[in-house]
């Protein structure tokens, strides 16, 4: 199967210094799954719009000078919490546990919001030009022109943020890269930074990520393993917690946040079907039913 090549490779790139680098390369000249192309480009900023409309729904005053938003595990290209920049967001913070930002992926994101401004779902304005971003540059132009503050590394179970700054805190696909017991900790700090009334929007995808690369194995291939087993699967790089939808909503409920909408995404009849057909390890059967697992992902908005 091709997923366990890459994951080796992935182990290999955990493993030795500037992996992260390299495993760009990688994604960009063999997977060529970076920089996204245009299609992924619009949805990326149609959510990005998602958690704009859902804050406004929420808030009194979503456009005010004064809204503070923060993003942990931002990511490569910056696409949301740029798109939320250009929806009137006027002061962001984004976070990574490690410096994952790539110069060429943000003159990537910049190019396209000029080539497919017609396409994106919201109406925006930029200036003329906008500088080409290098390694030495790209905080101070993300500043000057979308007002994003990037900092890693920095840890999401500590921000040092001052307590009820922030007004919307977002995740996008990065809760099921975390370990539980850090989870629980990211949570209970968000708790303390967002303000009285503050939105958290996060998005969550419960599905095996090997299958985005290896068609050949079902979003729950994961479920297959034990988890001594699953370690020779799970490299830093690439790592999967494998938790489900009911784990999450435990853990929110080790918080005070109030669930405002818990939207979980159904399997399709044929994604079922393979479920069914998969030999799920003995953990995953004796804790879930076959419908706790078969749930692929979720939109999940919390409220202080």
Same mark, same amino acid.
């Given at each position: !199967? /091709?997923?366990?090549?890459?994951?080796?490779? *992935?182990?290999?790139?955990? @493993?030795?210094?500037?992996?992260?680098?390299?495993?760009?390369?990688?994604?960009?000249?063999?997977?060529?799954?970076?920089?996204?192309?245009? #299609?992924?480009?619009?949805?990326?900023?149609?959510?990005?719009?998602?958690?704009?409309?859902?804050?406004?729904?929420?808030?009194?005053?979503?456009?005010?000078?004064?809204?503070?938003?923060? #993003?942990?595990?931002?990511?490569?290209?910056? =696409?949301?919490?740029?798109?939320?920049?250009?929806?009137?967001?006027?002061?962001?913070?984004?976070?990574?546990?490690?410096?994952?930002?790539?110069?060429?992926? &943000?003159?990537?994101?910049? @190019? /396209? &919001?000029?080539?497919?401004?017609?396409?994106?779902?919201?109406?925006?304005?930029?200036? #003329?030009?906008?500088?080409?971003?290098?390694?030495?540059?790209?905080?101070?132009?993300?500043?000057?022109?979308?007002?994003?503050?990037? @900092?890693?590394?920095?840890?999401?179970?500590?921000?040092?943020?001052?307590? @009820?700054?922030?007004?919307?805190?977002?995740?996008?696909?990065?809760? #099921?890269? =975390?370990?539980?017991?850090?989870?629980?900790?990211?949570?209970?700090?968000?708790?303390? =930074?967002?303000?009285?009334?503050?939105?958290?929007?996060?998005?969550?995808?419960?599905?095996?990520?090997?299958?985005?690369?290896?068609?050949? =194995?079902?979003?729950?291939?994961?479920?297959?393993?034990?988890?001594?087993?699953? *370690?020779?699967?799970?490299?830093?790089?690439?790592? *999967?917690?494998?938790? %489900?939808? %009911?784990?999450?909503?435990?853990?929110?409920?080790?918080?005070?946040?109030?669930?405002?909408?818990?939207?979980?995404?159904?399997?399709?009849?044929?994604? !079922?079907?393979?479920? %069914?057909?998969?030999?799920?390890?003995?953990?995953?059967?004796?804790?879930?039913?076959?419908?706790? &697992?078969?749930? /692929?992902?979720?939109?999940?908005?919390?409220?202080?």
């Amino acid at each position: !199967m /091709k997923f366990i090549y890459k994951c080796y490779l *992935q182990k290999l790139l955990s @493993s030795i210094h500037r992996g992260e680098r390299l495993n760009f390369l990688f994604q960009k000249y063999v997977a060529k799954s970076l920089p996204v192309k245009d #299609e992924g480009f619009i949805k990326q900023l149609s959510v990005a719009k998602d958690h704009f409309d859902t804050f406004s729904k929420y808030t009194q005053s979503p456009s005010n000078e004064n809204t503070t938003y923060y #993003e942990f595990g931002a990511g490569w290209d910056l =696409i949301n919490p740029i798109g939320l920049s250009l929806l009137g967001i006027q002061t962001l913070h984004c976070v990574d546990i490690r410096e994952l930002v790539f110069p060429e992926l &943000l003159n990537d994101t910049i @190019s /396209k &919001l000029y080539r497919l401004k017609r396409q994106i779902p919201f109406e925006y304005s930029l200036p #003329e030009r906008i500088p080409l971003i290098t390694a030495s540059n790209y905080k101070d132009i993300l500043a000057n022109y979308f007002r994003i503050h990037y @900092s890693a590394p920095m840890d999401a179970r500590c921000t040092h943020f001052q307590e @009820s700054t922030i007004d919307l805190i977002v995740s996008n696909a990065t809760l #099921e890269h =975390i370990p539980e017991r850090d989870i629980v900790t990211i949570f209970q700090e968000c708790y303390r =930074i967002v303000k009285k009334g503050g939105v958290v929007s996060c998005r969550i995808d419960y599905t095996d990520h090997w299958s985005y690369f290896d068609h050949c =194995i079902s979003i729950y291939n994961f479920l297959k393993y034990s988890h001594s087993k699953w *370690q020779r699967y799970n490299p830093p790089l690439h790592y *999967q917690n494998r938790l %489900r939808h %009911r784990d999450y909503l435990d853990i929110i409920s080790q918080t005070n946040f109030q669930v405002l909408e818990d939207n979980p995404t159904p399997p399709s009849k044929e994604e !079922m079907d393979a479920l %069914r057909t998969l030999e799920i390890d003995a953990y995953f059967l004796n804790k879930y039913t076959v419908e706790e &697992l078969a749930i /692929k992902g979720t939109k999940l908005i919390l409220k202080k």
